[in-house]
């Protein structure tokens, strides 16, 4: 079975196998609710549950006509991190670029994004860091930058901040590319 749970709802959709897979079993947690068998449209049911699930993420917008864009990744505080950037194709999980790289090589954390600039309207960046701190007591602060450049010009960021803890940590940024109207 293939489970799409709604949030802000106490209904849970699932979705069973079947001959006609537009089959839907609607199960409410309340226990006085019934059960309901019908047959739906599956792209109906997709974009609702898509209209249900809200993930907030910095959006950046771009001149879909302009020049090329190029991602950055900065690093500070004293820290040793590792990054992979994904650029996921819009309404799609499917990966356009995935790039990894260090604090230890800065030069090498400037990636260029495919071109011409309008192929990236409505993709989505995913960074995720490891890192880990040196010195939690005099240094305990660290700080992810995600920056978006056009023709060398920074356009915008989205940045994650926290507390060294002194073991190995997580960082996730996201952020959207939208054109610039």
């Given amino acids: 079975m293939y489970f799409c749970t709604v949030f802000n709802s106490t209904l849970l959709f699932v979705i069973r196998p079947s001959a006609d897979p537009s089959t839907l079993r609607r199960d409410s947690r309340n226990k006085s609710a019934r059960r309901l068998d019908r047959k739906i449209d599956f792209q109906r049911l997709m974009s609702f549950v898509q209209s249900q699930i809200v993930v907030k993420m910095k959006e950046i917008k771009f001149n879909p006509n302009g020049a090329d864009l190029q991602a950055r990744v900065l690093f500070k505080g004293l820290i040793v991190a590792g990054y992979s950037l994904r650029l ?35 993709r ?14 005099e240094s305990p ?31 996730r940024i996201n952020l959207k590319l939208i054109a610039n109207t």
């Fill in 88 to 122: 996921y194709e819009r309404d799609s999980n499917r990966i356009v670029i995935r790039r990894s790289g260090n604090n230890v090589n800065p030069e090498m954390n400037i990636h260029d994004l495919p071109s011409p600039a309008k192929d990236n309207i409505g």
């Fill in 124 to 137: 989505v960046f995913r960074l995720l860091t490891d890192l880990r701190g040196f010195d939690p007591v």
């Fill in 141 to 171: 602060q660290y700080k992810i930058i995600l920056e978006i450049y056009q023709g060398g010009v920074l356009l915008g960021e989205e940045t994650e901040e926290g507390l060294i803890t002194g073991g190995v940590q997580e960082s």
